[in-house]
Structure formats: C-alpha cells, structure tokens
T-cell receptor, first 117, second 117 residues
C-alpha cells in the first residue's frame, strides 16, 4: 500500500513569493492533516480535513496561508506571500476514523522542506 | 489543554547499550491515546506504537518496549541493545477521542538519539 505522498520535497523561494505544497493521502483515508515542524521542535497542527471539510483550522494563519481539499482526496497548502519565518518542514498526514480502543493512527508523508531567503 | 514533555533533548549511547526515552503528558481527558514516532534523517515520521488510556499493559516488540504508567502520566520507550540504525529523533504524542473522526496530535519536543558504533 502506498504511503502519504508529498511534493515537492524541497523548495527554496525568496520572501514575498507564493509557494504551494501538495499532498496525496493514503487511499481510503478520510482525514487529512497539515502540520508545521520548525527546526528542533515537534510538529504542530495547521489544519485538519474530514473529507473535503476543514474541521479544525484554528492554528492556520489565515492572512497568508490557505488550504483546500477538493473532492476529499488530494490537498494543497499555499502560502502567499511567504515570509522568512515560514522556513520549516510542512508535513501531511492521513488517517481513518478510529475506534474507542485504538483511536486513530496518523501516517505521515516525507514532508516539504521550505527555505525562504 | 494537552501537553507532552520530553525532557531529554539529546541522548548519546554506544551501540549495544540500552536506552530509555522519557515522555510525560498532561491531559484532562479520561480517554486519550499515546503514540511514539521515529523521525530518521530522511524526515518522514514513522509510527511505532499507540496505547489507549485504559490499557496499562506494557508492550514489547523486538528490541523495543514501552512502559505506560497512568499514575505518573508517563509513557516511556526503551530500546534494548541499541544499534546505529536507531539513531533518529523520537517523538511522543497525545490525542483525545472523537468518535468517527480524526484528532489533533500534540507532540513533545522530541529526543534526538545518537547511537555510536
């Protein structure tokens, strides 16, 4: 079974430029997550989708960040315009609804490492 | 609010030594789930184990073992006879339960394990 796919793996841009990241979740996984991971820290949730609906986007900086998940499968995360502080790894994860005994387990993609110059 | 603390930021051991990674968590939920992930230099977060709050049985998988103690809010991870390939950053994470939906993971800051030959 294919894992979570993300592209590009690396992206270098100048500040004020736009950038977009793409994620293809594991087949059949209804829930999709975008996390931000700063250097030396654990990931932090940006947004969570249940199918095509964004159900938790409280941590997404909406002035410059946007996301979409058309048709409830692939997702795109965009930053416009990018700032120096946006340099980080952007991780995508997916999961299926959990049950009471096991909860839901999130499986992560390799991430996109963004460098803003 | 949920919180996960990994007090050890970096651990260095020599191959074949046993090593324990500590994880302490805080939550007000009565039902919750604990996870360990491994992040090798390639960057992808690899799921290792999950444990629910009502099952305090310890678990062993090969050289890996996990000790869950609800009384001290800890979920520690031990690697027996460490190997160079175990070198990575290890994250402990916590989530609550939402029936038929995914949940945000709260991650600790990670512990960087370096196993020297």
């Amino acid at each position: 079974e294919a894992g979570v796919v993300q592209s590009p793996r690396y992206k270098i841009i100048e500040k004020k430029q736009p950038v977009a990241f793409w994620c293809n979740p594991i087949s059949g996984h209804n829930t999709l997550y975008w996390y931000l991971q700063n250097l030396g820290q654990g990931p932090e949730l940006l947004i969570r989708y249940e199918n095509e609906e964004a159900v938790d986007d409280s941590q997404l900086p909406k002035d410059r960040f946007s996301a979409e998940r058309l048709k409830g499968v692939d997702s795109t995360l965009k930053i416009q315009p990018a700032e120096l502080g946006d340099s980080a790894v952007y991780l995508c994860a997916s999961s299926t609804p959990g049950d009471y005994q096991f909860g839901d387990t999130q499986y992560f993609g390799p991430g996109t490492r963004l460098t803003v110059l | 609010a949920q919180k996960v603390t990994q007090a050890q930021t970096e651990i260095s051991v020599v191959e074949k030594e046993d090593v324990t990674l500590d994880c302490v968590y805080e939550t007000r939920d009565t039902t919750y789930y604990l996870f360990w992930y491994k992040q090798p230099p390639s960057g992808e977060l690899v799921f290792l184990i999950r444990r629910n709050s009502f099952d305090e049985q310890n678990e062993i998988s090969g050289r890996y073992s996990w000790n869950f103690q609800k009384s001290t809010s800890s979920f520690n991870f031990t690697i027996t006879a460490s190997q160079v390939v175990d070198s990575a950053v290890y994250f402990c994470a916590l989530s609550d339960f939402d029936n038929n939906a995914g949940n945000m993971l709260t991650f600790g800051g990670g512990t960087r394990l370096m196993v020297k030959p």
